[in-house]
């Protein structure tokens, strides 16, 4: 709902509508790494479909927009990103891991830790998005870092940069959980010339002295009152 009236307020004043969809318009692909010409494997009536097929639908209003009432649009599927000033405990994976790990705290893995995931540091986004707004093509296009790591991968470079004793614990898997999740970039590089920066053991260390200073003034804050 919030896309379209965004897509009617842009009808009416003729402006230019970013609509920041995501890598989950894939559900759990069959196709790896994702192109955008890929159309993705979503389960329509599980657990996480709201948001898989909230977005999808995002995408076909802004489209509609776009070839019936000439609204100019940009769709861009963001892929996982991390970096400073990230909810502490929003229940994304890179914030559990980072913060769990500072709190000593064991690391919490879903199913065997074999599924993988694309993490691009926050910064390499935002110049993906002003490029594209800037740009003359719709997309959609693939916004995110093609290094590739499973959970428990991701949980040793975590360990590296805060704790190396830090422990994984592990739990039953959630329903419909992507098996794999990598971008294809080719389009982004070829026509908007972006291509991320910043590698997770770069970006990752950024994020956890933000992480730690909260996570130390919070603690504080606790044994004040």
Request: aromatic share 8%.
């Given at each position: 709902?919030g896309t379209?009236n965004?897509?009617?307020?842009?009808k009416?004043i003729g402006?230019?509508?970013l609509l920041t969809?995501t890598?989950?318009?894939?559900?759990?692909?069959?196709?790896?790494p994702?192109?955008e010409?890929?159309?993705?494997?979503?389960n329509?009536?599980g657990?996480r479909?709201c948001?898989d097929?909230?977005?999808?639908?995002?995408?076909t209003?802004?489209?509609d927009?776009?070839r019936?009432?000439g609204v100019?649009?940009?769709i861009a599927r963001i892929f996982?990103t991390?970096?400073?000033?990230m909810?502490?405990?929003?229940?994304r994976v890179?914030?559990?891991?980072?913060?769990?790990?500072?709190r000593k705290?064991p690391?919490?893995?879903?199913?065997?830790?074999?599924?993988t995931?694309?993490?691009?540091?926050?910064?390499?986004l935002v110049?993906g998005?002003?490029?594209?707004?800037?740009?003359e093509?719709v997309?959609p296009?693939?916004?995110?870092?093609?290094?590739?790591f499973?959970?428990?991968?991701?949980?040793?470079?975590?360990?590296d940069?805060?704790?190396?004793?830090?422990?994984?614990?592990?739990?039953?898997?959630?329903?419909?959980?992507?098996?794999?999740?990598?971008p294809?970039?080719?389009?982004?590089?070829?026509?908007?010339?972006?291509e991320?920066?910043?590698?997770?053991?770069?970006g990752?260390?950024?994020?956890?002295?933000?992480?730690?200073?909260?996570i130390?003034?919070e603690?504080?804050?606790?044994?004040?009152?």
């Amino acid at each position: 709902m919030g896309t379209l009236n965004m897509l009617g307020l842009a009808k009416r004043i003729g402006a230019r509508l970013l609509l920041t969809s995501t890598s989950e318009v894939y559900g759990d692909p069959l196709e790896h790494p994702q192109k955008e010409t890929y159309w993705g494997n979503v389960n329509p009536i599980g657990e996480r479909s709201c948001y898989d097929e909230g977005k999808r639908v995002a995408e076909t209003l802004a489209m509609d927009y776009h070839r019936g009432a000439g609204v100019e649009v940009r769709i861009a599927r963001i892929f996982n990103t991390y970096g400073p000033r990230m909810c502490l405990d929003d229940g994304r994976v890179v914030s559990n891991f980072v913060a769990q790990a500072i709190r000593k705290q064991p690391m919490t893995v879903y199913g065997d830790g074999q599924q993988t995931r694309s993490f691009q540091y926050v910064s390499d986004l935002v110049d993906g998005l002003v490029v594209l707004m800037e740009g003359e093509h719709v997309g959609p296009f693939n916004l995110g870092n093609p290094g590739e790591f499973t959970m428990l991968e991701l949980a040793e470079v975590v360990k590296d940069v805060i704790d190396p004793s830090a422990t994984v614990e592990f739990r039953p898997n959630t329903a419909d959980d992507p098996h794999k999740r990598k971008p294809d970039i080719t389009k982004a590089k070829e026509l908007l010339n972006w291509e991320p920066k910043m590698s997770l053991q770069e970006g990752l260390p950024r994020m956890v002295s933000d992480f730690r200073n909260r996570i130390l003034n919070e603690d504080e804050g606790k044994g004040n009152k």
